[in-house]
């Protein structure tokens, strides 16, 4: 069983930043794909950014490419997003999720672990 705790979410205005943060604790794995997923009301969860644990690769999506980065500290077995430029359009609950394998997979159907999800609000 993996287990995730995420923080970090909250209300902040356009333009200022938040660091979501996602412990890990349980089973582990050889090799693993971590990732930050959204959704917002009335819409489809989303990939945000994907990491693979071992080798620090990276992907992002389109809209989040130089406002977002993705980032593992192995010692505390977490993994950070830091959100700089939030638009409101960044406006969602953020899940942390984990697949296994080294394949920076973007589809949520293609990850078997998730969190809880903390909201995002940006507003004026």
């Known amino acids: 069983q993996v287990q995730f705790v995420e923080s970090g979410g909250g209300l902040v205005q356009p333009g200022e930043s938040l660091t979501l943060s996602c412990a890990v604790s349980g089973r582990t794995f050889n090799s693993v794909v971590m990732g930050w997923f959204r959704q917002a009301p009335g819409k489809e969860r989303e990939f945000v950014a994907v990491?693979?644990?071992?080798?620090?690769?990276?992907n992002y999506r389109d809209s989040v490419k130089g406002r977002f980065t993705i980032s593992r500290d192995i010692g505390q077995n977490t993994i950070l997003l830091r959100m700089n430029s939030l638009k409101a359009e960044d406006t969602a609950v953020y899940y942390c999720a984990a697949r296994r394998g080294s394949i920076l997979a973007t589809s949520p159907r293609d990850y078997n672990y998730w969190g809880q999800g903390t909201q995002v609000t940006v507003s004026s």
């Open positions: 990491i693979g644990w071992s080798d620090g690769a990276t």
